[in-house]
């Protein structure tokens, strides 16, 4: 059972570049998250999808857009990478919302911008 | 803005003690509390989760309690092993289905 996966595991980018994570959930969860995870920070969410087709800004969302391809995937893109966001990226999903339902979390991605 | 500290940072001890892991928050307006672990180089796997009728939870050799109105939970793990040596978060649930996470425990248990 693969649960969350997410691509690529790891990526190293220059400033300005540009880059997309992909993250696939195989649980028909209706809600999928983005956070982020840095030290002394704590997860930050930075968007969110509570159904097909929609999305929301979380706490962190600048620099980041986002897109619900479908039930089962919800992608990440940075347009334009900066050196502020090198951290390490969650994708998350939840049977319902985060209110009432379990999160489950993929592996992480991480990303460092030269 | 909800805040959630997690008390402390950091713990080491002896294989097959009892031990609490303690979570505040500061809007005990909330509809759950859930209970992570993250092992180095991984991500977050869920625990338990409470939510806000509820006062505890139990899975194995863990529970979790929730208080409310003090905005407080623990995490209990009983005889522990260091096979649970990790980061254990908590995070709390508000509006906006937004979670709010601790900064975690790290706990180290020594054979």
């Known amino acids: 059972n693969a649960g969350v996966t997410q691509t690529p595991k790891f990526q190293v980018l220059k400033t300005g570049q540009s880059m997309t994570l992909q993250c696939a959930q195989d649980m028909n969860h209706n809600s999928m998250y983005w956070y982020r995870q840095d030290p002394g920070m704590g997860l930050r969410l930075i968007y969110y999808?509570?159904?097909?087709?929609?999305?929301d800004k979380g706490e962190v969302p600048n620099g980041y857009n986002v897109s619900r391809l479908n039930k089962r995937e919800f992608s990440l893109r940075l347009e334009s990478a900066a050196p502020s966001q090198t951290s390490v990226y969650f994708c998350?999903?939840?049977?319902?919302?985060?209110?009432?339902?379990?999160?489950?979390f993929g592996e992480g991605s991480r990303l460092t911008v030269l | 803005k909800q805040e959630v500290t997690q008390i402390p940072a950091a713990l080491s001890v002896p294989e097959g003690e009892n031990l609490v892991l303690n979570c505040s928050f500061t809007d005990s307006a909330i509809y759950n509390l859930q209970w992570f672990r993250q092992d180095p180089g991984k991500g977050l796997t869920s625990l338990l989760l409470i939510q806000s009728s509820q006062r505890e939870q139990t899975s194995g050799r863990l529970n979790a309690s929730l208080d409310k109105s003090s905005g407080r939970s623990t995490l209990y793990i009983a005889a522990s092993q260091p096979g649970d040596s990790a980061t254990y978060l908590c995070?709390?649930?508000?509006?906006?289905?937004?979670?709010?996470f601790g900064e975690g425990t790290q706990l180290t248990v020594n054979p």
């Open positions: 999808s509570a159904s097909e087709g929609t999305t």
């Open positions: 995070a709390v649930s508000g509006s906006g289905s937004r979670l709010t």
């Open positions: 998350a999903s939840s049977d319902g919302t985060a209110i009432t339902g379990e999160l489950f």
